[in-house]
């Protein structure tokens, strides 16, 4: 876990949680235990996140989940400096990332650990997690 960086590190409350469906609660189940997980088409092996209800390559809908290593780099970024949310106006500045998986999938999360300005296209990161509420543990990126 992380502690005392720049983001979303924070206290209780200041953060968005995310809907939860019956096709992506096994990504939250999987959070909530720090545990990071992909979707994969048990049709042709693609990796996607998020999840979708039939596989982009083979439109095949029978899949399973591959735990991911954690590891990954900063694909592209963006630091918040509004917020737009009340939620999260203790936590601005933050980053939102787009993280390309070792695994190849990309995600959109939130960096933290280190100062916003610090973060750069390429920056290795890896998976780190935060519990937000009993049901939700979110998982974001910090330096690796
Ligand atoms: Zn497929």
């Not at 973060?119 to 543990?137: C, L, N, S, W």
């Amino acid at each position: 876990m992380s502690g005392g960086g720049a983001g979303m590190s924070g206290g209780e409350g200041m953060a968005i949680v995310p809907g939860m469906t019956e096709l992506t609660r096994p990504y939250w189940d999987a959070a909530a235990e720090g545990r990071l997980v992909i979707r994969e088409c048990r049709g042709c092996g693609r990796l996607q996140h998020p999840p979708v209800p039939a596989c982009p390559a083979c439109h095949g809908a029978d899949f399973g989940w591959r735990e991911a290593s954690g590891e990954g780099a900063v694909y592209s970024y963006t630091i918040i400096r509004h917020a737009t949310h009340a939620a999260l106006a203790d936590a601005i500045p933050y980053v939102v990332a787009l993280v390309e998986l070792a695994e190849g999938p990309r995600l959109v999360t939130g960096i933290t650990g280190c100062p916003p300005e610090s973060v750069t296209v390429g920056m290795p990161v890896r998976a780190a997690f935060r519990r937000v509420t009993d049901e939700v543990t979110l998982p974001y990126f910090e330096p690796a």
